[in-house]
């Protein structure tokens, strides 16, 4: 069994959309997996409105949170918490999956390299002999683009969908601080030396061949700008959004 760890809020269309896309090139049923869903209580819809998105779906294996107050940090540590399965598969609710994935494939790469700890979907094009992820190269391996061991303190984590360990998971969960920005945690040698020594023990890739196209496309920014929302405070360490409409002072989104 697969845990799929899901930070979500109150926006059951985007929701839909994105398990919609994930059942059909992922995750057909989304049977035999345990989907582990937080929802924040922020966003302009209802709660009874996002439970609603999940009645689409064959979903046998649900544990679900529904959050007394809004944090993405909280959200997030909670549901890393929660997952138990030898393979986590991370989804935040925001993201549309363009193309079929083979997860098969994908697990039998992870089981062969034991040090490989995330292999993540790409929202980049990729090239023939490497592709870029923001301002960094990974090169083609042969198998998936791999990032440098000398960047890896630069890469981390962060919040594509991604297939994890569930041993990474669980050694680093414990070492982030569920108030703070969890993706930025990953990258922070300063504040969190013992989370960064955790990091550079594993290997890290892009699950993508030469010349494909992205696998992913993002629906949160989007939703952001329509709906008049934008990150509060610093904007690379948020841990809340804020909105021109008078709905919720918060609101969970990532770096």
Known sequence: MIDITITATRRPDILRQTLASFERYMFPGFQDYRLIINIDPIGPSTEKETLAALKFFDLQYLVMSLSPSSSFP???HRVWSAATA???FHLEDDWELLRP?????????MSAESDLAILRLPVFPAG???MKNWNLWFPWNGRYFECPADKRIATGFCGHPSLIRGEFVRRTVQLLNPDRNPEKQFHDWRGNPTLIAEVQRWRYGVWAKPSN???IRDLGRPWMV?????????????TRWESDAIISPSYPSRP
């Open 74 to 76: 909280q959200a997030f």
């Open 86 to 88: 030898e393979w986590i």
């Open 101 to 109: 994935i083979d997860l098969a494939d994908m697990l039998a790469i």
């Open 128 to 130: 023939r002999e490497a």
């Open 213 to 215: 196209s992205p696998a």
């Open 226 to 238: 329509t709906n008049g929302y934008r990150k509060a405070g610093n904007k690379a360490h948020f």
